[in-house]
């Protein structure tokens, strides 16, 4: 048999499929695949910079899957190449090669997460539905990938204050990944210049400080006469 994932049952399988799918619609540089101890976690970038000067905040999509439990890796593919394999409902078809985008190398912490305040996930879909008009709205016709990519990073890197500081990207992902589904309060979490919004379905993790609760700049030196 070729390379593939074995996962605990056909579900599981199904949810690897479907969340490969929607990040290929949206990323050419692969989904990250880390399995341990029974659990499949699955890391996308919906958003990401390319280069040092691309404003792009970056924005990755998460979804933990159960799996079987000697199953240990941690490397990157092509999204869209991940497949069913005949006559094997909980297995994964992997392609022979793997990818090393940028993104991948940016590690979120595994501890130290502090709970925010929540939000609501109608907000969240609220802002990703007018982001996406925005860019629709100011993409010229014809337009080259790098007209398209100035738009996408000054509408999805923009902050919002009902979003706590977070850029709108945050809200984009949680979206274009189908991890909004009817009504819940999104968990909040921050560590470092990380953060965490949990929900139902997945994890969107945000990378970059937030702006909200930024204290006054004080000033140092001699007092004036």
Do not use: Y
């Not at 619609?25 to 692969?30: D, H, L, Q």
């Amino acid at each position: 048999m070729s390379p593939h994932l074995l996962l605990a049952d056909a579900e599981s399988a199904a949810d690897a499929l479907t969340f490969a799918g929607r990040a290929a619609r949206f990323t050419n540089e692969g989904v990250r695949l880390q399995a341990a101890r029974g659990v499949l976690a699955m890391t996308a970038a919906p958003l990401a910079p390319k280069g040092l000067l691309d404003p792009t905040p970056t924005v990755l999509a998460m979804r933990t899957l159960a799996a079987d439990p000697e199953l240990e890796c941690d490397l990157v593919v092509d999204a869209a190449s991940l497949s069913a394999v005949p006559g094997e409902t909980t297995a994964v078809g992997l392609p022979d090669t793997a990818l090393s985008p940028a993104w991948a190398g940016i590690a979120p912490p595994r501890g130290g997460w502090r709970e925010q305040d929540g939000i609501d996930a109608s907000v969240l879909a609220a802002k990703a539905q007018s982001g996406m008009t925005r860019v629709a709205d100011a993409v010229p016709t014809d337009a080259g990938e790098d007209a398209v990519r100035t738009v996408r990073a000054a509408v999805w890197g923009e902050r919002d204050d009902e979003l706590g500081g977070l850029p709108l990207g945050a809200a984009f992902a949680a979206l274009s990944m189908g991890f909004i589904s009817g009504a819940e309060t999104v968990r909040v979490f921050t560590s470092g210049p990380w953060t965490r919004l949990t929900l139902q379905r997945g994890h969107v993790l945000v990378r970059g400080p937030v702006a909200s609760g930024l204290t006054p700049v004080r000033r140092t030196g001699a007092p004036e006469s």
